[in-house]
T-cell receptor, first 113, second 111 residues
């Protein structure tokens, strides 16, 4: 069955280190998204992509970057991890136009010490 | 700015009763809404969606109602079961074609 996976599921890192979170989907969806989820906030959009070589900044993009070299993957990189980036990160994908349901991965719990 | 909010952060219901979870939105131009369910330690799972040209949409044991006059969205779960215990989010597609998510309501089903 088609699915969306994230790795690692849990990560502990130190302030200042570069961290990359992987997201892989097998639905052949054009659109992929990265969100972070924190207590007291709804899911907040970090970056998104509408296709290969396309990337866009979301609401909370500072300190994060993404690249889209193929349809299946959208890795999220924290260039220099900060304690404020401790969060749960969710990747999502959708097909077609804007009004399409997003399907979420299981999440990555990141702790920055 | 836009906001998507929930009237109650927690809700407890008896098994077998109906549940109603509410959501308010502020952008009258929003035309697409989704309800998600999130179980502990998992990603959000799509439940049901509704477009602004509809007032009501039904799925299996779930109904979403949209009142555009007061900018209010609700999710009704019939015959609530223990497996329905989770956090429920509404999401609004804004005019920038991005989804904004509410903070969620935690539903607890009492056996």
């Amino acid at each position: 069955d088609a699915e969306i996976t994230q790795s690692p599921r849990h990560k502990i890192t130190e302030t200042g280190r570069q961290v990359t979170l992987a997201c892989h989907q097998t639905w052949n969806h054009n659109n992929m998204f990265w969100y972070r989820q924190d207590l007291g906030h709804g899911l907040r959009l970090i970056h998104y992509s509408y296709g290969v070589q396309d990337t866009n900044k979301g609401e909370v993009s500072d300190g994060y970057s993404v690249s889209r070299s193929n349809t299946e993957d959208l890795p999220l990189t924290l260039e220099s991890a900060a304690s404020s980036q401790t969060s749960v990160y969710f990747c999502a994908s959708s097909d077609g136009g804007y009004q399409e349901t997003q399907y979420f991965g299981p999440g990555t719990r990141l702790l920055v010490l | 700015g836009e906001s998507v909010g929930l009237h109650l952060p927690t809700l407890s219901v008896q098994e077998g009763d109906n549940s109603i979870i509410n959501c308010a939105y502020s952008n009258s131009a929003s035309d697409y809404f989704i309800w998600y369910k999130q179980e502990s330690g998992k990603g959000p799972q799509f439940i049901i969606d509704i477009r602004s040209n509809m007032d009501k949409r039904q799925g299996q044991r779930v109904t979403v109602l949209l009142n555009k006059t007061v900018k209010h969205l609700s999710l009704q779960i019939a015959a609530t079961q223990p497996g329905d215990s989770a956090v429920y989010f509404c999401a609004e597609l804004n005019t920038g074609n991005q989804f904004y998510f509410g903070t969620g309501t935690s539903l607890t089903v009492i056996p």
